[in-house]
């Protein structure tokens, strides 16, 4: 009795195998789920089976005969704006001849056993056809066949198919034909489509099984729909990949890096990037497509290790052979992104741009010249070559793109004049197109960079004053700072925009918003002007502002050597602090003739002042000028001019190229230079006095 009685409760824990379990997982379409656990039509004896517990925590995922079987619930558990689905497990049958111990007792028989095997042989086959191998649908047929998003969520909603990235990735190629507007319509109608829902789930429950490709280009297409990043969806699609990261090849590379260069940080993310991060690293030399390579540059960012930038850039540089013009147009942008400057693939690239820029679009030059900007890289050759096109297809461009170009240039120090030139008589001809914004933009542009066209400044200062004139009742506070503020620096003075400018509730405004130290040095800046320039304001300026902070001193070493050599102990006066918030490096006080300079003492006591030629030395940087050349920039040919008027003769020592002259060719340098009636200097140093 008890051998019979133990075989019967062996067999039984061996035919439990046969009672299908379900799971009940609640999906909220884009919030949170729970799984719950739910177990129907079966007999309370299963409590008593050792297996009990482990069958209660078996996955969602369960394969019989290589098919995922989903049952979808339309029992009570389905609630208002939750979607129930209940994942059937079923498992294998155990070897049915360890049934056999005693067909009079076995609760089921070798007979019944082996009809239920045949069962599964004949049915399960037809029933996976029917049910989970339906006529295929790609994304090419949706796109070709479907005129919108809802379209494809119709031919969805008829009968779904797998894997569901056909049909994300259908909507996003049919959005990407749409203009803006249209595209904002259509994702609102996607939203609130009654299938989008159900297409999420989907998309979520065949996560795990689908293809890795499929998977990225369905988070590719979802993030570029639109759908929120903090949603279900997202979030479970981004834990996915964290899984598979390992089954990426070099498609799949492409598609995650193109996919998190345009994703927010967030702790998912963060962790894919990481994850990226290794692979990438141990699999570089194993790349071959350059695109695929400047994807994955792109997309590391610019706190990834410098080893793994520096590896990136020598596998950069051996494909360099292969490179497109697109590749080197691109490679720009890509290491701006990374933020590592690589001279010798920027000067290569550069070449390479060069040689094929005529037909290069807008957008194209924009980016180069912005990534340039941001790596700190400047290509004298590659600013010419791009301004050099431009003029010389000027009848092309738009007056805002030509415009755009030039605040590029500004940042980044280079002046063409030519391109500048024909700006200039753009706006004198056709100053229309300018508004309040436009305005602004190009007296800074023009002010900053110092240029004058001879014969056509003067009506471009007026036409650009009367345009601003028509906006003073329109224009912020700031902007109509910055606006005189450039023309101050180009020694132009119109009265509405100042008679505007000064009045006490906006000079208050600039005092108590904004950035408010930048305001008080500009506004400093204007009524020296007023007093030094020869304007035609005379009015008294008649508001107190808070004083400047005195500026850094740190006097040339090597000037003030040269100087105490040339000129001996006593002769020079350094950082000199002069009226007007003026600074200067050294002051040395000459007769009118410059040909002797006076000891100090000197000429505090027995020399008149009419008799007396201050002459100013100022040490400037890189900065002060315009890219590789001698042109002073705005604010420092303002200073000149304002020394001037104070009765100063100025002297500009260019300290990098100070820096490179031995100390008998700096002494020749300076001493031509102070003294007016010495031969020129020996040395062939590009340095430029003004007086």
């Known amino acids: 009795?008890?051998?019979?009685?133990?075989?019967?409760?062996?067999?039984?824990?061996?035919?439990?195998?046969?009672?299908?379990?379900?799971?009940?997982?609640?999906?909220?379409?884009l919030g949170f789920c729970r799984p719950i656990d739910v177990y129907s039509h079966w007999n309370p004896r299963n409590l008593f089976l050792n297996n009990f517990d482990s069958r209660m925590q078996s996955p969602i995922r369960c394969l019989f005969q290589d098919a995922l079987i989903f049952k979808s619930g339309d029992d009570d558990f389905q609630t208002k704006s939750i979607s129930t689905v209940t994942v059937l497990t079923v498992y294998r049958l155990l070897?049915?001849?360890?049934?056999?111990?005693?067909?009079?007792?076995?609760?089921?028989?070798?007979?019944?056993?082996?009809?239920?095997?045949?069962?599964?042989?004949?049915?399960?086959?037809?029933?996976?056809?029917?049910?989970?191998?339906?006529?295929?649908?790609?994304?090419?047929?949706?796109?070709?066949?479907?005129?919108?998003?809802?379209?494809?969520?119709?031919?969805?909603?008829?009968?779904?198919?797998?894997?569901?990235?056909?049909?994300?990735?259908?909507?996003?190629?049919?959005?990407?034909?749409?203009?803006?507007?249209?595209?904002?319509?259509?994702?609102?109608?996607?939203?609130?489509?009654?299938?989008?829902?159900?297409l999420c789930e989907q998309m979520m429950r065949e996560a795990k099984i689908m293809y890795c490709d499929d998977l990225l280009f369905s988070l590719h297409a979802i993030v570029k729909l639109g759908i929120p990043q903090n949603t279900l969806l997202v979030q479970t699609l981004l834990r996915v990949v964290q899984e598979r990261i390992n089954e990426c090849d070099e498609k799949c590379l492409s598609v995650l890096s193109t996919v998190l260069e345009v994703m927010e940080p967030c702790k998912n993310v963060d962790v894919l990037r990481a994850g990226l991060r290794i692979l990438v690293d141990q699999q570089i030399w194993k790349i071959e497509r350059v695109f695929t390579l400047q994807a994955v540059m792109k997309c590391i960012g610019k706190d990834a290790p410098l080893a793994l930038k520096r590896k990136l850039e020598m596998k950069a540089l051996k494909e360099l052979d292969r490179f497109s013009v697109l590749n080197s147009q691109r490679m720009f942008e890509v290491l701006a992104a990374m933020k590592h400057r690589s001279i010798i693939l920027l000067n290569e690239c550069s070449k390479k741009f060069l040689g094929n820029i005529h037909g290069c679009p807008f957008k194209i030059l924009i980016s180069v010249l912005q990534s340039c900007k941001d790596l700190r890289y400047h290509n004298l050759d590659l600013f010419e070559g791009i301004a050099d096109y431009v003029a010389t297809t000027?009848?092309?461009?738009?007056?805002?793109?030509?415009?755009?170009?030039?605040?590029?240039?500004?940042?980044?120090?280079?002046?063409?004049?030519?391109?500048?030139?024909?700006?200039?008589?753009?706006?004198?001809?056709?100053?229309?197109?300018?508004?309040?914004?436009?305005?602004?933009?190009?007296?800074?542009?023009?002010?900053?960079?110092?240029?004058?066209?001879?014969?056509?400044?003067?009506?471009?200062?007026?036409?650009t004053a009367g345009a601003l004139t028509a906006y003073l009742h329109h224009i912020s506070s700031e902007n109509?700072?910055?606006?005189?503020?450039?023309?101050?620096?180009?020694?132009?003075?119109?009265?509405?925009?100042?008679?505007?400018?000064?009045?006490?509730?906006?000079?208050?405004e600039l005092l108590t918003s904004g950035d408010v130290e930048r305001n008080v040095r500009k506004l400093?800046?204007?009524?020296?002007?007023?007093?030094?320039?020869?304007?035609?304001?005379?009015?008294?300026?008649?508001?107190?502002?808070?004083?400047?902070?005195?500026?850094?001193?740190?006097?040339?070493?090597?000037?003030?050597?040269?100087?105490?050599?040339?000129?001996?102990?006593?002769s020079f006066s350094e950082n000199v602090q002069l009226p007007h918030n003026y600074h200067i490096d050294f002051e040395i006080r000459m007769d009118t003739n410059r040909s002797q300079a006076l000891s100090l003492s000197d000429v505090d006591v027995v020399t008149p002042a009419t008799d007396i030629q201050r002459v100013a030395v100022l040490c400037v940087s890189r900065s002060t000028h315009c890219l590789d050349s001698t042109h002073p920039r705005g604010f420092l040919a303002m200073k000149m001019r304002h020394l001037k008027a104070m009765g100063f003769y100025v002297i500009l020592v260019k300290n990098w190229e100070m820096e490179k002259l031995r100390m008998k060719d700096a002494v020749t340098f300076l001493k031509s230079e102070i003294f007016s009636t010495e031969d020129p200097p020996t040395a062939d140093v590009n340095f430029q006095s003004t007086c």
């Open 394 to 463: 000027f009848d092309i461009w738009k007056s805002k793109q030509v415009l755009f170009l030039l605040i590029l240039f500004e940042n980044l120090g280079f002046r063409h004049a030519r391109l500048m030139d024909l700006f200039m008589k753009k706006v004198v001809d056709e100053p229309d197109f300018l508004n309040m914004k436009s305005i602004v933009s190009v007296l800074h542009v023009y002010s900053s960079l110092n240029h004058a066209y001879p014969g056509q400044t003067q009506e471009f200062l007026d036409v």
């Open 524 to 570: 400093h800046m204007l009524t020296t002007c007023l007093k030094l320039d020869d304007t035609s304001y005379h009015k008294a300026t008649d508001f107190a502002l808070p004083p400047l902070p005195s500026p850094p001193s740190c006097p040339n070493a090597k000037v003030a050597e040269v100087l105490r050599s040339l000129l001996g102990e006593g």
């Open 95 to 198: 070897c049915p001849r360890r049934l056999s111990f005693d067909s009079e007792h076995s609760p089921v028989s070798n007979h019944e056993l082996e009809k239920i095997n045949f069962h599964h042989e004949a049915s399960g086959e037809d029933v996976l056809t029917k049910e989970t191998k339906p006529t295929p649908i790609t994304c090419r047929k949706l796109s070709q066949e479907c005129n919108s998003l809802s379209d494809v969520l119709d031919t969805f909603s008829e009968a779904p198919t797998f894997p569901s990235s056909n049909y994300f990735s259908a909507m996003w190629t049919i959005a990407k034909r749409m203009s803006e507007d249209q595209k904002r319509f259509e994702k609102q109608l996607m939203f609130n489509h009654p299938a989008f829902t159900q």
């Open 1 to 29: 009795m008890n051998n019979r009685a133990s075989s019967f409760f062996w067999n039984l824990r061996q035919f439990s195998t046969l009672i299908p379990t379900s799971r009940t997982v609640r999906l909220y379409p």
């Open 480 to 508: 109509l700072l910055n606006a005189v503020y450039s023309f101050c620096l180009m020694n132009h003075f119109p009265l509405a925009p100042i008679n505007q400018l000064l009045q006490k509730d906006i000079i208050s």
